[in-house]
């Protein structure tokens, strides 16, 4: 019983470090616009229909807003950019 969970935590922790370290590199790149990025990101994941990939960059999106108080978090935005994603798949 504890060596499952000690893999479920250790899962977890996999889990979570991705997440930290992919938020890290988004706000590296565009501090500014790191939080729309990984809003692009979940969109693309949910319009795909792949719910592991949302959720992760949804928690990257968090995150992000978590880390820098210079990202830009406008819910308009966010809204237009899973709208944009969202005409894009249909067009394609």
Do not use: C
């Not at 592991?52 to 999106?61: I, R, S």
């Amino acid at each position: 019983m504890l060596t499952a969970i000690r893999r479920w935590v250790e899962r977890r922790r996999t889990i979570r470090q991705r997440w930290q370290a992919d938020a890290r590199a988004l706000v590296a790149a565009d501090e500014v616009n790191a939080y729309y990025d990984a809003q692009r990101r979940a969109a693309r994941a949910r319009v795909r229909g792949d719910g592991q990939e949302f959720f992760h960059w949804a928690k990257v999106a968090a995150e992000v807003a978590r880390l820098t108080p210079r990202a830009a978090m406008d819910i308009e935005i966010v809204r237009a950019i899973a709208a944009e994603e969202e005409e894009e798949r249909r067009g394609s």
